[in-house]
């Protein structure tokens, strides 16, 4: 039988607030993570996301509201939390000279249930530099290291700051991956990441904050109404061809004829069938949507024209 703490959420906040030097950093956030979810804040640079995780960490003491981490207040019960989470910083300090197993046990050793150290090692993809020493890693088998280090308690919730950050591209790939088998062992994972295209991989849903506030929430898919944007239709037409009637919306800048069609479907018949009774090559044919990121930017600048009708309803 499910006990009753599976039943409550990982993490809720309600109406929480820090300010600086009467500066406020954080104005009335509420939040809340379900248990297994993989939650992404987003957010431009100062806009309170660093200040919220580390209240939820139990690293800075908050003003004002509710907070919950698994039904204990990270302000009050930091050291009954310690064991449920597992935190990865962006620059962590493990002893460059110890080896990747050594440095896994040695953490493993401050919690009262770790998980094996070479399941963790082997979590993370660093099964074949088990007996290296942490110099010699590269800088992505070291953010590796990182999270095991994090995953060496065996914690309910990981916290990834900017997990990627300066990664290469295959890197980043792997890093994800770990984070999926995370998420399939049933762990909660809050992020914060800038990496739009990360967040979409990623998280089952998202927040976006903006000075102090969240301005969005919901699914990468469905953030703003993104899903509700009507989508565009782009292609160009070779030179000297007209657009054909019905289609003769204004160029746009790069040269291609653009339109958002009540009937996609409809369009694209009507537009290819044209095109091919006539010989014209529809070059770049492509059909448009929001990106993640063009909802992002439409939240988070108010000079930005939005991603598109409705986005940010
Ligand atoms: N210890 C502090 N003392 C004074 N002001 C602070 C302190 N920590 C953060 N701030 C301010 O609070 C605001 C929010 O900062 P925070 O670090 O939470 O933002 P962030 O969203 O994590 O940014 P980034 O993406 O750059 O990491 C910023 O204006 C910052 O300058």
């Not at 509420?30 to 309170?48: Q, T």
């Not at 919950?68 to 019960?77: E, I, T, W």
């Not at 919901?218 to 000297?240: E, I, K, M, Q």
Request: with cysteine.
């Amino acid at each position: 039988m499910e006990s009753p703490s599976r039943t409550i959420e990982a993490i809720s906040v309600r109406a929480l607030s820090k300010s600086y030097e009467g500066v406020a950093a954080v104005a009335g956030i509420d939040l809340s993570v379900a248990r297994g979810e993989v939650f992404a804040l987003l957010g431009p640079n100062g806009a309170g996301k660093t200040t919220t995780v580390e209240i939820l960490e139990g690293y800075r003491r908050r003003d004002g509201g509710e907070v919950s981490v698994f039904g204990l207040d990270p302000g009050r019960d930091r050291a009954r939390l310690k064991p449920l989470i597992g935190i990865v910083l962006q620059s962590t300090g493990v002893d460059r000279y110890l080896t990747v197993a050594e440095t896994v046990r040695m953490y493993a050793g401050y919690y009262p249930h770790p998980r094996p150290a070479d399941e963790v090692i082997d979590l993370v993809g660093l099964s074949a530099k088990r007996n290296s020493r942490v110099v010699k890693l590269s800088g992505g088998q070291q953010r590796r290291l990182d999270v095991a280090v994090a995953l060496a308690g065996d914690p309910e919730l990981l916290f990834l700051d900017e997990p990627t950050t300066g990664f290469d591209p295959s890197a980043r790939h792997e890093a994800w991956q770990i984070v999926r088998d995370l998420a399939a062992l049933g762990k909660t994972v809050l992020l914060t990441t800038h990496y739009m295209d990360e967040a979409q991989q990623l998280a089952d849903r998202v927040a976006v904050i903006s000075a102090g506030r969240i301005v969005a929430e919901g699914t990468p898919d469905s953030l703003a109404g993104r899903d509700r944007v009507r989508p565009r239709v782009r292609c160009r037409l070779p030179g000297g061809v007209a657009a054909p009637e019905g289609f003769a919306a204004a160029p746009a800048a790069d040269g291609f004829l653009e339109f958002a069609p009540d009937d996609l479907t409809a369009a694209l018949h009507r537009l290819t069938g044209w095109a091919i009774d006539r010989g014209v090559e529809l070059e770049g044919l492509q059909i448009v949507r929001p990106s993640l990121e063009d909802v992002y930017l439409s939240l988070t600048d108010p000079t930005a024209s939005g991603p598109g009708e409705g986005a940010a309803r």
